[in-house]
């Protein structure tokens, strides 16, 4: 009875906390990436989508673009898993960065896949954006599963089917990480802090007790 009853409570705690994200807050000092868009044959979409190294470790991200079709929006755009090829055909990139196995149906920052930008933070609602925000959940860090240098940016119709992509590339070091200290970053990172605590909090009262029913 005592071994099935700790299998239960494991099992909840497993539930509870499988396809999070957790926060990265290891991208400070590390290179910036920018993804750029120029006008094709196939779109007419030009900008920027750049990420640094934000105050509190995780990225500071400045969109900047214009020229998207004045139909067929809301536009979602996302970090895919592999960059551009050679031929230009963004189905090559494949899928959504998503390390942890998270769910573009999930309701919780964490619990979206880690390249769902646009699930976090709102798709593009018009033929352009200029915007910023802090996103906790991707890292500039080579070191960590969320990296994502060496991959790409799609933006999509809201079908989902491909408008443009572009592959990341470093931007020369600007001597350190973001000045932005807004108020607006510290609550982005405060407010998905929490959730990301409430998880642990589980975990760990699961595991607290695990531990009483073998006293």
């Given at each position: 009875m005592v071994s099935y009853s700790i299998l239960s409570v494991l099992a909840l705690a497993s539930v509870a906390i499988a396809g999070d994200t957790p926060i990265q807050s290891d991208?400070?000092?590390?290179?910036?990436?920018?993804?750029?868009?120029?006008?094709?044959?196939k779109s007419d979409i030009t900008g920027t989508i750049t990420f640094e190294p934000a105050n509190n470790g995780s990225v500071l991200v400045k969109v900047d673009v214009e020229g998207l079709p004045s139909s067929g929006g809301p536009f979602p755009y996302h970090i895919h898993e592999r960059p551009v090829p050679a031929d230009g055909n963004c189905t090559g990139t494949k899928?959504?960065?998503?390390?942890?196995g998270g769910n573009e149906n999930a309701t919780t920052p964490q619990g979206l896949e880690a390249g769902d930008l646009s699930g976090r933070h709102g798709k593009i609602q018009g033929t352009s954006l200029s915007t910023e925000y802090v996103d906790n959940y991707i890292s500039l860090n080579p070191d960590s599963k969320t990296y994502f240098g060496d991959l790409s940016i799609v933006i999509h119709f809201a079908n989902?089917?491909?408008?443009?992509?572009?592959?990341?590339?470093?931007?020369?070091?600007?001597?350190g990480g973001s000045n932005s200290t807004s108020s607006s970053e510290a609550g982005v990172s405060t407010a998905n802090g929490a959730g990301n605590l409430q998880t642990g909090g589980l975990l760990a009262g699961a595991l607290a007790g695990a531990a009483a029913l073998l006293i």
């Open positions: 991208s400070a000092d590390q290179p910036s990436l920018q993804a750029k868009f120029e006008k094709s044959e899928m959504h960065l998503n390390p942890y989902t089917s491909r408008i443009t992509c572009s592959n990341l590339t470093e931007l020369e070091s600007n001597g």
